[in-house]
């Protein structure tokens, strides 16, 4: 099975304010490991860095700094073309990440055609209908020859899904999956993600904003703030027993039904006061120094 | 989304099933525009005008035949009369007009090349080539078209001035704004997820821009394309008009020019000038119709103010005819009661 290994991932962005320059650090030494049927929820707000994070995981951008190795079971690295057939990714907005002019088909039948996981029309066309029915697109044969449009925003997404997995992708990257979802469909689109990486034993990255599903969802949670790693642990251990300022500002924004009346959500702390030069790693159980190069 | 324990987690399946019997329309069929009033009368005209240049030259005789009855007006025999040399003007019309629809069509093709090349491979690949691409198309976007086209048509000797030298001068100078049109265009929907999607699935670049950006961008291209063909008709027409034009074909610029040189307008010869002008007219206004309709594809607020609009017609209507049974009610509960 295919793991990912992250390493000091930094990414620069270069801003050109009139003749000036200013570099501004999107991700700062950020390490991470995707292992198969595991996981690792990135979790931040708007702007910390974790869709470049997924950006360059998927290649769509080169990293400053840093190395992405994708491994196979027995050790060799992935590579090429065969990298993206390996990595996909489930994009945020499901009305945007469907071409309006094409069919479902289309957009399943492409990544099969690409990656020649199948060679003749009719074959094609069966692994479709067999792809959109697994993520309980039913009956297939009339979601098919639809187009975009004529699905709901949950509809889209599973075909999302399907697409990403339909080249045989063992690391799945999914970026905010189910935030443009209705709340009644986002468990469903969840639940649908976790029976998949169960049984093709895929490696996931849940990018979110929202601790609560993080928990539902992930196994492990990678807090980012400012593109840095400022907590990391098993999900019940970070949200449960937060260290970090952050973090903490994070866990108490989620509403509790359990607490009546207003969230309590303790005052609005000033956001150049948190400061993300340390990391509170659960594993080891300390504090950490973070954006500086991972002691290897 | 709040505290979401594995213990409610009940597949919401059933909520987003759709209807089964969605009807099922091609990506094609939404190209297309809604038929509307005007859209039908500049495809007659369009239509209509196409025809008589495809066919009339097939059924009129030869539009050089000199005969010695000059400049009379329409009879039986010569429908739109004869020019000052006793030419048959509904032959040379007929001719004309072809002649300035192989010119429309020709700049019109070569110009949505032109303007999809550097409009769209630009605006996808961005960085030092959408640079390079912009700064050319800002330059011949500020040249000053028709002084150029005079000064090239002027260089180029009239013996190697054919239609193919006017088509290439018209079109070089004619694709930077729709250039632009397609530049931005592309910025916008190259930023969309589905193209990010079908780069991360590995589709090469030139399948991205054919496959999945061109699609969306076709009513644009099309209006362009339109756009193009009516410039360059006006175009060609201008320059034939002030003796530059193509040497050996005849078109509705060129019967203008000679109609000018005849002193058809001093004369009275209305039948001589009228009709190529009217044809002109009349195939840019078809042209501009189809236009529109085509812009509602691209735009759809302007279809949805369409159908507001007849809407609060039809209410008006409504009300009006309802207001009228009214009082014919009321009369006739007043005669009833006298």
């Not at chain 1, 479709?128 to 009956?139: G, K, Y």
């Not at chain 1, 187009?147 to 509809?155: D, I, N, V």
């Not at chain 1, 997404?157 to 399907?162: F, L, P």
């Not at chain 2, 002008?277 to 840019?284: Q, Y």
């Amino acid at each position: 099975m295919t793991s990912a290994h992250v390493t000091d991932l930094v990414k620069d962005y270069t801003i050109r304010n009139g003749l000036k320059r200013t570099r501004l650090r999107a991700v700062d030494h950020v390490s991470l490991e995707l292992t198969p049927g595991r996981t690792v929820a990135l979790v931040g707000e708007s702007g910390s860095g974790k869709s470049t994070i997924a950006k360059i995981l998927t290649r769509m951008e080169r990293p400053t700094s840093g190395t992405v190795e994708v491994r196979r079971e027995d050790g060799t690295a992935v590579g090429g073309p065969a990298y993206r057939r390996e990595v996909q990714m489930v994009f945020q907005d499901p009305f945007a990440s469907l071409n309006p002019f094409h069919s479902i088909e289309h957009h399943i039948a492409r990544p099969l055609r690409i990656h020649r996981r199948t060679s003749t029309k009719d074959e094609t066309r069966g692994r479709v209908l067999e792809m959109l029915e697994r993520v309980n697109l039913t009956p297939a044969a009339s979601i098919a020859p639809r187009r975009p449009h004529e699905l709901s925003g949950g509809q889209r997404q599973r075909v999302a899904i399907a697409r990403a997995l339909a080249p045989g992708a063992k690391v799945l990257i999914a970026d905010e999956p189910v935030s443009m979802l209705d709340v009644s469909i986002r468990l469903g689109v969840l639940n649908l993600l976790g029976r998949l990486q169960r049984e093709d034993d895929l490696a996931v990255l849940y990018i979110t904003h929202d601790l609560a599903t993080a928990r539902h969802f992930s196994d492990e949670v990678t807090v980012l703030y400012r593109g840095r790693v400022v907590e990391r642990g098993p999900a019940d251990a970070v949200i449960l027993d937060p260290h970090h300022d952050y973090t903490k500002l994070l866990a108490a924004a989620a509403p509790d039904p359990e607490r009546l009346g207003r969230v309590t959500a303790s005052e609005p702390l000033d956001r150049d006061a948190i400061d993300n030069s340390a990391c509170y790693d659960h594993f080891a159980g300390e504090w950490r120094e973070a954006g500086v190069p991972a002691a290897a | 989304m709040t505290n979401i324990e594995p213990a409610t987690a009940t597949p919401a399946d059933a909520a987003e099933t759709g209807p089964d019997a969605a009807p099922v329309r091609s990506g094609w069929r939404s190209l297309l525009p809604t038929m509307t009033p005007w859209l039908a009368v500049g495809l007659v005209l369009v239509g209509g005008i196409t025809l008589f240049g495809l066919l009339g030259p097939l059924f009129t005789g030869d539009p050089r035949q000199i005969r010695d009855i000059g400049l009379t007006g329409p009879s039986a025999e010569f429908w739109l009369g004869t020019t000052q040399t006793g030419q048959d003007v509904l032959a040379q019309l007929a001719h004309a007009t072809r002649g300035s629809l192989q010119i429309g069509l020709l700049v019109g093709v070569l110009a949505t090349i032109l303007s999809a090349f550097f409009g769209i491979y630009g605006a996808y690949r961005g960085r030092f080539l959408d640079d390079a691409f912009s700064l050319f198309t800002n330059v011949f976007l500020v040249i000053p078209g028709l002084p150029l086209v005079i000064v090239i048509s002027g260089f180029v000797p009239r013996e190697s001035r054919g239609l193919w030298t006017i088509a290439v001068v018209l079109a070089v100078t004619g694709w930077a704004a729709s250039a632009r049109v397609l530049h931005a265009q592309t910025l916008s929907v190259r930023q969309r997820d589905y193209v990010a999607a079908s780069q991360v699935s590995g589709e090469r670049p030139w399948r991205v821009i054919v496959v999945e950006i061109l699609p969306n961008l076709l009513p644009v291209i099309a209006s362009q394309f339109v756009f193009a063909v009516i410039a360059a008709i006006l175009g060609e027409a201008g320059l034939s008009y002030i003796g530059l034009g193509a040497s050996n074909s005849a078109t509705l610029g060129t019967m203008l020019f000679y109609a000018q040189n005849g002193f058809a307008l001093s004369l009275g010869a209305w039948w001589w000038f009228v009709p190529p002008g009217l044809t002109i007219a009349l195939f840019g206004m078809g042209l501009s119709l189809v236009n529109f309709s085509i812009d509602e594809v691209i735009n759809p607020k302007l279809k949805n103010l369409r159908q507001h609009r007849r809407r609060a017609r039809r209410a008006a209507r409504l009300e009006r005819e309802l207001a009228r049974g009214a009082s014919r009610r009321t009369t006739a509960a007043k005669e009833s009661d006298r």
